[in-house]
């Protein structure tokens, strides 16, 4: 992603990945691949198109097509594992046509 300073973005990033590994052991649940792949290349596109019209623009190409699967391969097993452990379901990458945020709804609404 441009304009963002990569050390920081990248202590981020681990500091969430750290999170995810630690709730599996604590938890004594080893990391499972995923049912399915939560981002399809289609999904990429229109999360790509969502993010550039909100003024984050990510890089494109094979090497940042790449890294970004790089880097899920190193989270997405254990929130996977997670998730099956606590009986949830992971969200999708983009919400639903006609999706609320999560402001504006509740149990009630």
Do not use: I
Not at 43 to 59: C, K, T, Y
Not at 60 to 89: C, I, N
């Amino acid at each position: 992603m441009d304009g963002v300073r990569p050390r920081q973005a990248w202590l981020t990033f681990a500091m969430a990945r750290h999170v995810a590994v630690d709730l599996c052991q604590v938890l004594d649940t080893p990391p499972q691949s995923p049912a399915r792949d939560r981002l399809s290349a289609d999904d990429l596109r229109r999360l790509r198109g969502v993010l550039h019209e909100a003024g984050v623009v990510l890089r494109t190409g094979d090497e940042a097509d790449r890294k970004l699967v790089e880097l899920r391969r190193s989270y997405e097993p254990y929130v996977a594992a997670l998730a099956r452990g606590l009986l949830l379901t992971l969200p999708p990458w983009l919400p639903s046509a006609g999706a609320k945020d999560n402001w504006q709804k509740s149990a009630w609404l």
